[in-house]
């Protein structure tokens, strides 16, 4: 059973380039589909500009698709979503986000922070529930809890992310969104609250829409993966299917980054269109190393390759065309 359906989510803004001139249409995502697995995290990796934050936003209700559709169970939400559903997500799905300082109230004390969305969807619960329900959260991120008394400000990068975690488990939700959640974070601090998260997974049955650049951090983390460039799926899959079978030449790319050392990996240059003005036909073609004719004029289909893995590819990399 999934957590979280997807269905054909198209996002499009307006962009006036003058006073007098007419809007440009920036598609910042296209017919995007995936499911999100109960207990599980599907990962969106691709390079800024991709589309993946815009995504995150509307699953979050931060943003309304322009067409399609969010599952959540037997709740819906597009168009017209109804104000109970929108009551529950605002509970059971919460965000965690790249920075940890610039989301953290530096005049606000950590046990504040924490409890501040409890507060204001119970503001009937007694002072004892609250100060026990904060304890209990510190310790899950690993935090003494004497740091309740303490500013953002005093804290590490690190210890400001757990105590973003904390917030965002307040309200004992289902799904968390997370954001870049270790970008921001020196390296050897990215392991510690990578494994927390895999731990707090395990220990309250969460499920995990996880977004980065990097595809390791989504390797490590995800079940499933999804591949976007330009607000499009290049490639769908579980994690061996991307990891060990990679058959777009996007994400051979992306391993490349992840993965200097790593063999069979065909790197790219250039950076990413301008969704303004996104190209013709396949629109990774002009970074492509393996681009023909035809990826210049027909947008290639989605090809199913097995019942988990699919690439939008008119030449796949397992192909032997």
Not at 55 to 62: M, R
């Amino acid at each position: 059973m999934n957590a979280l359906e997807v269905s054909d989510i198209g996002r499009v803004f307006p962009v006036r380039g003058g006073l007098f001139a007419r809007p440009k249409l920036l598609r910042a995502v296209e017919d995007a589909s995936f499911a999100l697995p109960r207990g599980g995290t599907f990962g969106l990796v691709g390079e800024s500009g991709s589309g993946k934050s815009t995504l995150a936003k509307i699953i979050l209700g931060a943003d309304e698709p322009t067409r399609g559709d969010v599952r959540f169970g037997e709740r819906v939400f597009g168009k017209q979503s109804r104000d109970a559903d929108r009551r529950w997500r605002q509970r059971a799905v919460q965000a965690v986000l790249q920075d940890p300082f610039g989301s953290l109230d530096p005049q606000m004390n950590i046990g504040d922070i924490v409890l501040e969305p409890l507060r204001i969807q119970k503001s009937g619960f007694a002072r004892e529930a609250f100060q026990k329900r904060l304890d209990e959260l510190l310790a899950q991120v690993g935090l003494p809890a004497e740091f309740k008394r303490r500013r953002p400000g005093e804290l590490s990068g690190g210890q400001r992310q757990r105590v973003a975690i904390a917030r965002a488990l307040v309200l004992e939700p289902e799904i968390l969104v997370l954001d870049e959640p270790v970008s921001a974070l020196d390296v050897s601090i990215q392991a510690q609250v990578l494994n927390l998260l895999k731990d707090l997974q395990d220990a309250l049955g969460l499920s995990y829409l996880l977004i980065s650049h990097d595809l390791a951090v989504i390797a490590f983390m995800s079940s499933h993966i999804g591949v976007l460039y330009l607000g499009r799926f290049m490639e769908q899959g579980t994690r061996e299917d991307i990891v060990e079978r990679a058959a777009h030449p996007y994400t051979h790319a992306l391993i490349a980054a992840s993965e200097p050392d790593a063999p069979d990996v065909r790197t790219i240059g250039g950076e990413i269109p301008s969704p303004l003005a996104p190209p013709a036909g396949c629109v990774f073609h002009a970074r492509c190393p393996a681009a023909r004719d035809i990826c210049k004029s027909v947008a290639p289909p989605m090809q199913r390759l097995t019942a988990t893995h699919r690439v939008t590819c008119h030449f796949p990399l397992t192909s032997k065309a």
